[in-house]
């Protein structure tokens, strides 16, 4: 992933796709949905918080993170047969989240959570599942901006007969392609 990724696109790439996939939800909003008069159902995304992955290094100098996403499925209390319901989109949610990169340069997303949620006491009239997720990205530029030459052959050499002096030794690799 050697792109910058930005968080604006990610986010609204990842509503997109929700939005396309359930078109009878009638929210899908990330962060300040008015949960007043939200209408239901609804999908509501949040970016839960970014943590530094010191066991990934993409190589092009940015700072690999593991971003943590919630998408809460809400549902009136009042909807006919809402436990069944409510399940069945929650796990039909985290099929689609499931690997999706959603056409960004991003890592395959990998669910972690499907299941109750009490997140907000403003949604006491409201049954609440989320889905969870972890999903690498690489934030900052890359270092790699394709500028420079590109080699037209590669030499190859082997210890010790190697370095300017030993030229003669070398071997020119050859693309089969």
């Known amino acids: 992933m050697a792109d910058n990724i930005d968080l604006d696109q990610l986010h609204d790439a990842i509503l997109a796709k929700i939005k396309e996939q359930f078109p009878s939800l009638q929210t899908v909003e990330a962060y300040g949905a008015d949960r007043k008069d939200l209408v239901v159902p609804a999908v509501l995304l949040e970016l839960v918080d970014m943590e530094a992955d010191p066991d990934s290094d993409p190589g092009t100098e940015q700072l690999a993170v593991v971003t943590k996403w919630a998408a809460r499925v809400v549902f009136s209390f009042r909807q006919g047969n809402v436990k069944r319901e409510i399940r069945k989109l929650a796990g039909a949610l985290?099929?689609?989240?499931?690997?999706?990169?959603?056409?960004?340069?991003?890592?395959?997303?990998?669910?972690?959570?499907?299941?109750?949620?009490?997140?907000?006491?403003?949604?006491?009239?409201?049954?609440?599942?989320?889905?969870?997720?972890?999903?690498?990205?690489?934030?900052?530029?890359?270092?790699?901006?394709?500028?420079?030459?590109?080699?037209?052959?590669?030499?190859?050499?082997?210890?010790?007969?190697?370095?300017?002096?030993?030229?003669?030794e070398y071997t020119e690799l050859v693309s089969t392609a």
Do not use: C
């Open 94 to 168: 985290a099929v689609l989240v499931h690997d999706n990169r959603w056409g960004q340069s991003v890592n395959p997303a990998k669910v972690t959570v499907i299941g109750p949620d009490a997140f907000d006491p403003a949604f006491d009239k409201f049954e609440v599942w989320a889905v969870e997720w972890d999903q690498q990205v690489d934030l900052g530029a890359s270092v790699w901006t394709g500028e420079g030459v590109t080699p037209d052959r590669v030499m190859v050499g082997y210890s010790p007969t190697i370095g300017p002096s030993q030229e003669g």
